[in-house]
């Protein structure tokens, strides 16, 4: 079990979301957060294939994006729910509440059935049956593996991969500062289950034409403000389609410039017209998560993010004020 295995509170609720998933007569739904990122798609993708060797009716919904669309074979996950199916169960994974609303275009505040919530972001209203939810995981896959050995179940490579690739990707690929002994436990014992890490590395490594003639715009947009303390790009419609790449295409570059020496910050903004998503990272001194609640939005300390319904030049006056006052908070200022 991950490292609140010594608290009583976290293996009892490890078994009630067990409990609950594995003794439900009815079909299970399973849900992650917008621009679903390989924590999202892999904690929901290890805990179906878990389901579905219990003979549980279990579906993940999803748009998966290109970068991880190695993973899923082919018909695991659909891409819309366009209806709940009657005595249906929610498995809402790696969701803060302020994506609750538009996961996988289902309403689940209007859903009145049984959720279960097994998620680790620190801003979690923990209003779910069953909320698991631990804000010192690193990686809600890490989460979702205590789960998994909880159901009992069988381990396989195919369910302990995609848990690896969730636990690999919000570690930055065991980079970050979040990457705990237990992180690299927990890893190990993956790969003892049958996950394939060079597999999974080489699958994220690799890149279509478009994504290196869009990095050339980002870099363009690439600027720095407070003394080099905080390092920022855009990307709007017009550099797609010059570039002829897509919005998904843009997610992992906001750690490309996180790299800049001397930033504590980095932010990515995708400018959507009249609405902007605002992508955060840190180095650790400062809290990305507290700018990104500033934003309307959430996340952890490293990352974190919001969606602004506001013109980009609004939207980055209100980041800036989020920001300034987040270096303060920290003495850099």
């Not at 010594?6 to 007569?25: F, I, T």
């Not at 996950?77 to 169960?89: I, N, Q």
């Amino acid at each position: 079990m991950t490292q609140n295995a010594a608290e009583p509170r976290y293996a009892q609720l490890v078994q009630e979301a067990a409990a609950c998933l594995k003794l439900h007569p009815g079909p299970i739904v399973i849900l992650a957060h917008v621009d679903p990122d390989g924590d999202a798609l892999g904690s929901c993708l290890g805990l179906q294939r878990a389901l579905r060797s219990l003979g549980q009716d279990a579906q993940t919904y999803m748009d998966v994006p290109r970068y991880l669309t190695f993973l899923p074979h082919e018909g695991e996950v659909l891409p819309r729910l366009e209806g709940w199916p009657e005595g249906a169960l929610a498995a809402v994974l790696d969701v803060d509440n302020t994506d609750l609303a538009r996961v996988a275009g289902a309403d689940i505040t209007a859903f009145k059935g049984q959720v279960v919530n097994i998620d680790h972001h620190g801003t979690n209203r923990r209003e779910a049956t069953v909320s698991l939810v631990d804000p010192s995981q690193a990686a809600a896959a890490m989460m979702i593996k205590d789960v998994v050995d909880a159901l009992g179940v069988p381990w396989t490579g195919e369910i302990a991969t995609p848990l690896l690739l969730g636990t690999n990707t919000d570690t930055g690929s065991f980079r970050f500062s979040n990457t705990t002994p237990q992180v690299l436990r927990t890893a190990a014992d993956l790969v003892e289950h049958g996950a394939d890490l060079a597999w999974i590395n080489d699958q994220l490594a690799r890149n279509p034409q478009r994504y290196y003639a869009l990095l050339r715009e980002v870099l363009d947009q690439m600027a720095f403000s407070s003394d080099g303390l905080i390092v920022r790009s855009r990307v709007d419609e017009a550099a797609l389609a010059r570039t002829q790449a897509e919005w998904e295409d843009v997610e992992s570059y906001v750690n490309t410039i996180r790299n800049a020496d001397g930033a504590e910050l980095a932010v990515m903004f995708k400018d959507y017209g009249e609405r902007v998503k605002v992508s955060l990272r840190s180095r650790g001194r400062v809290s990305a998560q507290n700018v990104a609640v500033a934003l309307g939005g959430g996340g952890h300390v490293a990352a974190a993010g919001a969606s602004v319904d506001a013109p980009y030049k609004e939207a980055f006056s209100r980041f800036n004020a989020a920001a300034d006052a987040e270096l303060r908070r920290v003495g850099l200022r």
